[in-house]
């Protein structure tokens, strides 16, 4: 069974930074796609960014530029920095595990609270 542990998250001032974790185990990890997911308040979930397992990213258009996934297959840990800040990135973020038989995982979340 695969297990997905986040953790980073928190309060930040408008233009900080934070850089979530995902500490992955019971699968594998370095052949599987990872990726990071938000759900805002009163939204549904949307996609942040993925990585392949040969390190290909693919990001949401409106976070280009201010976010970076990154994963380290040694550490079995997926990683998002999170740059200039803004509250309307105020969310849960979520670590998902895609794996190969195209089954979903999903860690419990991690808020991220950014203030103005």
């Known amino acids: 069974q695969v297990q997905l542990v986040e953790s980073g998250g928190g309060l930040v001032q408008a233009g900080g930074s934070l850089k979530l974790s995902c500490a992955a185990s019971g699968g594998f990890f370095s052949i599987t796609t990872m990726g990071w997911y938000r759900q805002l308040p009163g939204k549904q979930r949307e996609l942040v960014a993925h990585?392949?397992?040969?390190?290909?990213?693919n990001y949401a258009d409106s976070l280009k530029g201010r976010f970076t996934i990154s994963r380290d297959n040694a550490k079995n840990t997926v990683y998002l920095q999170m740059n200039s800040l803004k509250p309307e990135d105020t969310a849960v973020y979520y670590c998902n595990y895609h794996s190969i038989h195209g089954i979903n995982y999903w860690g419990q979340g991690t808020q991220v609270t950014v203030s103005s």
């Open positions: 990585i392949s397992s040969g390190g290909i990213t």
